[in-house]
């Protein structure tokens, strides 16, 4: 059984968007455990209500949400707003449409924080404290948070080091990007492969200045972030990693990249192929309806690896 954990349902949603959520419920018994974020009292209560009138056969997971110090959502744990944590688990406990699971204590702003020593003290002094002082609250009132999860990719193992989490939620590490690629990790902890490009060709190479013009725009590549990589064309097909430092992209608009190189070279010409390491794997992946699964050949070899299969993006689209 699979857990899927949604960010947070803006509770009074309407006839619609309460319908699909308890479409969604009724649809995932027996294949998912489905949990919310709460923050607020009579978010849980409509959140119930909402539950109640559609009768599902299972209770919706709740984890409270806390601010650790990102500040985009959840209850900050000040000794003023403790007790409404408790009461909001309380709650949580006494409706029967909902189940308490714990307390959900996430940064996402430290997972890209590059040095190891630094994102490890920002990890304690944030999201690991902040989670340690509600769950000692709670626990001294007599109720116990079953869950505490948080850690993304670049913080998991640092949180999970730590003794108060005891659930991480890492996801980019699955296909990589260069944002994490470029955070030091420690040296106990594994090295996650890029395992996703972009797969795009040179649709002009008449533009003057050493700079080709490729078929992949603002509608192929996330650029919140910064811009992609391109790979080494000459190291397993592009396949394998390893960035081409000496080229640059920069938006053409919405269809079209515009790549540039760095002094005299052999530039790809117009028809062949390259591939780009996304910077935020993230955004990227919504942008595409299908993934193609590439089998590696034998020791490793991509040049002999073959197609395994087609999987559709299911999330299409925009991404909220």
Same mark, same amino acid.
């Given at each position: 059984?699979?857990?899927? %954990?949604?960010?947070?349902?803006?509770?009074?949603? &309407?006839?619609? *968007?309460?319908?699909?959520?308890?479409?969604?419920?009724?649809?995932?018994?027996? *294949?998912?455990?489905?949990? %919310?974020?709460?923050?607020?009292?009579?978010?849980?209560?409509?959140?119930?209500?909402?539950?109640?009138?559609?009768?599902?056969?299972?209770?919706?997971?709740?984890?409270?949400?806390?601010?650790?110090?990102?500040?985009?959502?959840?209850?900050?744990?000040?000794?003023?707003?403790?007790?409404?944590?408790?009461?909001?688990?309380?709650?949580?406990?006494?409706?029967?449409?909902?189940?308490?699971?714990? %307390?959900?204590?996430?940064?996402?702003?430290?997972?890209?924080?590059?040095?190891?020593?630094?994102?490890?003290?920002?990890?304690?002094?944030?999201?690991?404290?902040?989670?340690?002082?509600?769950?000692?609250?709670?626990? *001294?009132? &007599?109720?116990?948070?079953?869950?505490?999860?948080?850690?993304?990719?670049?913080?998991?193992?640092?949180?999970?080091?730590?003794?108060?989490?005891?659930?991480?939620?890492?996801?980019?590490?699955?296909?990589?990007?260069?944002?994490?690629?470029?955070?030091?990790?420690?040296?106990?902890?594994?090295?996650?492969?890029?395992?996703?490009?972009?797969?795009?060709a040179v649709a002009s190479t008449v533009s003057t200045g050493g700079r080709v013009v490729i078929d992949a725009g603002s509608?192929?590549?996330?650029?919140?972030?910064?811009?992609?990589?391109?790979?080494?064309? &000459?190291?397993?097909?592009?396949?394998?990693?390893?960035?081409?430092?000496?080229?640059?992209?920069?938006?053409?608009?919405?269809?079209?990249?515009?790549?540039?190189?760095?002094?005299?070279?052999?530039?790809?010409?117009?028809?062949?192929?390259?591939?780009?390491?996304?910077?935020?794997?993230?955004?990227n992946c919504n942008l595409f309806d299908w993934f193609v699964a590439v089998e590696e050949g034998e020791g490793g070899n991509?040049?002999?690896?073959?197609?395994? &299969?087609?999987?559709?993006?299911?999330?299409?689209?925009?991404?909220?």
């Amino acid at each position: 059984m699979y857990s899927l %954990l949604f960010a947070r349902l803006a509770l009074p949603p &309407g006839p619609v *968007k309460s319908s699909r959520f308890c479409s969604i419920v009724n649809r995932s018994i027996g *294949k998912a455990s489905i949990s %919310l974020l709460v923050d607020d009292l009579s978010n849980l209560t409509q959140l119930c209500d909402v539950l109640k009138s559609s009768a599902p056969p299972a209770p919706v997971g709740v984890f409270i949400e806390v601010n650790v110090g990102q500040d985009r959502g959840g209850v900050t744990p000040t000794a003023n707003n403790l007790p409404t944590i408790l009461d909001i688990a309380k709650r949580a406990t006494e409706r029967e449409e909902v189940e308490y699971r714990g %307390l959900h204590c996430y940064h996402g702003l430290l997972q890209h924080v590059g040095d190891t020593k630094n994102r490890s003290e920002m990890c304690r002094d944030n999201s690991v404290k902040c989670a340690q002082v509600v769950d000692e609250y709670l626990s *001294k009132k &007599g109720l116990k948070s079953p869950l505490i999860t948080g850690g993304g990719t670049g913080t998991y193992a640092i949180e999970a080091s730590m003794g108060v989490h005891n659930e991480v939620q890492p996801g980019s590490f699955l296909l990589g990007d260069t944002q994490y690629g470029d955070v030091g990790m420690n040296a106990e902890e594994p090295e996650f492969e890029h395992a996703m490009w972009i797969h795009s060709a040179v649709a002009s190479t008449v533009s003057t200045g050493g700079r080709v013009v490729i078929d992949a725009g603002s509608k192929a590549v996330d650029l919140v972030s910064g811009p992609p990589s391109l790979t080494d064309q &000459g190291k397993g097909m592009g396949m394998n990693g390893d960035r081409d430092e000496g080229v640059g992209f920069t938006s053409g608009g919405d269809e079209h990249g515009i790549l540039t190189f760095e002094g005299e070279r052999v530039t790809p010409g117009l028809g062949e192929t390259v591939r780009m390491l996304p910077r935020h794997i993230d955004p990227n992946c919504n942008l595409f309806d299908w993934f193609v699964a590439v089998e590696e050949g034998e020791g490793g070899n991509i040049e002999e690896g073959r197609i395994k &299969g087609a999987w559709r993006i299911t999330g299409r689209g925009v991404g909220c």
